[in-house]
């Protein structure tokens, strides 16, 4: 129902914008989230959207380089990634919480997961 899109391959300063597609309409009102994986790694935090005002939240590492917007016409969800980094390498996946419970910090605080695309910076 997610499906996400968008990652390859960058140089370090470089950008990538991801996407994520949800197949139907009732996603605009859901809390929308960005995260990712890198190997070896727990799932982290990256982004996330709130369905209504839009409200944003970041991950500290990502603020003021990462922006995530949504498009509720198209049911899609956007994440900006600018002066990207090596440490940025990793999986990143969409994810959408249903409830808009408020848990946007934590995988467990959603209910839908898109299959990851993968984003590589090289040095």
């Known amino acids: 129902q997610l499906q996400a899109s968008g990652g390859g391959l960058v140089q370090a300063g470089g950008s990538l914008r991801l996407s994520c597609a949800a197949s139907?309409?009732?996603?605009?009102?859901?809390?929308m989230g960005w995260f990712r994986q890198a190997p070896g790694k727990e799932r982290e935090f990256v982004a996330a959207?709130?369905?209504?005002?839009?409200?944003?939240y970041y991950a500290d590492s990502v603020k003021g380089r990462f922006t995530i917007s949504r498009d509720n016409a198209k049911n899609t969800v956007y994440l900006q990634m600018n002066s990207l980094k090596p440490e940025d390498t990793a999986v990143y996946y969409c994810?959408?919480?249903?409830?808009?419970?408020?848990?946007?910090?934590?995988?467990?605080?959603?209910?839908?997961w898109g299959q990851g695309t993968l984003v590589t910076v090289s040095s």
């Open positions: 994810a959408a919480d249903r409830r808009n419970s408020g848990n946007y910090y934590y995988t467990w605080g959603y209910n839908y």
């Open positions: 139907e309409r009732t996603f605009s009102s859901y809390t």
């Open positions: 959207i709130r369905w209504n005002f839009g409200s944003t």
